[in-house]
């Protein structure tokens, strides 16, 4: 479903805590907090991964100068069963909270629905919010961590991390304007540690969809990111692309940004919380710097559960899509 | 976040479909259609409540006469981890897709965000839907279906139903006119046969938040009717309001509803199938038939998980609810 937003809808501050691991990659000085104990000081990682939206959280308040009784609503979610991180968080801030989950596309589905809940003139400002964690998310979904399994050259690196953006309707510079909501593509994948064959194609279904929609190309955009595609899906995406005329020059993928080739992480990162803090740390500042001007956020999920991997399930996979615009486009609107 | 629509968002179809037992209760003339046959011809509880889903999606969609391709949105979710009942059925419709999480607070989520969609001008039509199996849900959130471990006396039976609704932006009769988004609320229950008591205070605060935005008061309505507190959460949602100076004397509780005492359901019915069933088979056409005119629909969910539940963490809970008029009330909109 194509969106256009009536007004641009201000990212107004963004907030960002990473994991040990993420702070030893490239992006480690772009992060407002990054540990030295992925358990964030608690006793489970469950707990750590609260924490860690908690912390997140408090960043963007704190940057924001307000108080927690100033948000209006909090959409958002994570990887864990049941949404338990966000769920648990919520407690201590007491948000109107709209829980989500699409898996890795988590971040966009909590852009476009908190952008639609300003938009159509429900709040004034809203907080689209995501996270995953390694070692909730591994347990979770794949083999228990001490178990040391051989990874894949397919396989990922679920990101410790949480991502939050403050969206408003009062502001100006970088803004969200239009949006595509996805829709679910199985293709036939059943392999979890190849989650990529699965979501290249929801992301090529979701841009194509909304180029046409919008009645733009992909080189109109200074940047086309992906939110966790890695090495493997982004080379699947271009050829998928290229086969609907599409040529993706100017794309990059959160997944193979927020580590460097050397941590051995084989086809790059995953998890909604990849996304949420690229886009908060690295990409979104840069477009209120001026460094970026117009682009698209597409991020994918992987829709499966470890119960139908177990049932020999295929992997049905879904992508969101937010265009931002910097203040140089804006600022004409 | 209390939220008044500008215009009537119409709930022009409902549809449901129910399990076995709910075929034996006091509502099996109401469904849409019930089973002998809890797996849905499947091979596993998962696949049963997949198909439970899209046999009901197909009735609403043959009710209302259109295709697949004429419905704008879906917003909705179940209880499986990943909400993968929901996500797997979204492979055979391919409607654009917005995955919630808020458990048995579900199915008003979707209503709310769903008439947000429409009432901001993004969308023409969009389904709210939720489900919940009996198998799925007890196996999943407390022990092995054939494990046969007695229940206690505040436990409640998890309904094997799927509920979904049609909003749309044209219409007449039955609408949702106003809504309030809820909040996070823990009183440090743990006891995970027993959410009702983490449950009726979360309902509580959304109700009384929602009366003092409205400026309405509880005898405005001809039923207030929450999702499925039962029966001993509904005794202490009226302490608890008693308390605020609340009285509800037109309540009822879908949990109450859906199941005749003599059906060993101890406190009575829970899952977010149980609001979703019982408003789209029972509430929704007494108000097309001008019997109900004007309701609130409070559904409440507890948001822990299995592993939450082991790790000795209370139960954080959440109440959404929607103000639905019926046809008197709209037409002087």
């Known amino acids: 479903m194509y969106i256009e937003y009536k007004k641009p809808v201000f990212i107004t501050t963004t907030a960002s805590v990473a994991g040990k691991k993420e702070s030893e990659g490239p992006l480690a000085d772009s992060f407002d907090e990054t540990t030295v104990d992925d358990y964030f000081g608690m006793d489970t990682w469950e707990k750590a991964e609260s924490e860690m939206q908690s912390r997140c959280i408090k960043h963007l308040l704190h940057k924001k100068g307000i108080g927690k009784g100033d948000v209006n609503l909090l959409c958002g979610g994570d990887l864990c069963n049941q949404i338990t991180s966000t769920a648990y968080t919520m407690r201590e801030f007491e948000f109107p909270f709209l829980g989500l989950y699409n898996a890795c596309s988590t971040m ?9 809940m300003i938009d159509g003139g429900f709040a004034d400002n809203a907080i689209a919010l995501a996270s995953s964690h390694f070692c909730t998310a591994e347990r979770q979904f794949r083999t ?9 050259p397919t396989a990922q690196w679920t990101v410790t991390g949480c991502g939050c953006v403050m969206l ?9 304007t239009a949006a595509q909501i996805g829709r679910v593509v199985d293709l036939g994948v059943k392999d979890a540690n190849n989650m990529v064959d699965a979501m290249a194609p929801a992301a090529a279904q979701t841009i194509k969809e909304y180029l046409k929609n919008s009645g733009t190309k992909a080189e109109d955009y200074d940047m086309i990111i992906t939110g966790d595609l890695g090495r493997v899906g982004t080379k699947l995406l271009k050829e998928l692309l290229e086969k609907e005329k599409i040529t993706l020059n100017n794309h990059n993928d ?32 840069k477009m209120a710097n001026g460094k970026l001007d117009n682009i698209l956020f597409i991020a994918t999920g992987a829709l499966m559960s470890p119960a139908t991997t177990m049932q020999g399930e295929t992997i049905p996979c879904i992508a969101h899509l937010v265009n931002i615009k910097g203040q140089r486009e804006t600022k004409k609107l």
């Open 108 to 116: 966009a589905e909590g852009m476009i629905t908190a952008a639609c």
């Open 144 to 152: 228990p961590l001490d178990y040391g399994g051989k990874r894949t």
């Open 168 to 176: 408003e309707k009062a502001g100006k510079g970088t803004a969200i």
């Open 254 to 285: 959160c997944g193979l940004m927020i580590f460097s080739q050397n941590q051995n992480v084989q086809s790059g990162a995953s998890g909604c919380g990849c996304g949420a803090t690229v886009m908060a740390a690295e990409i979104l500042p």
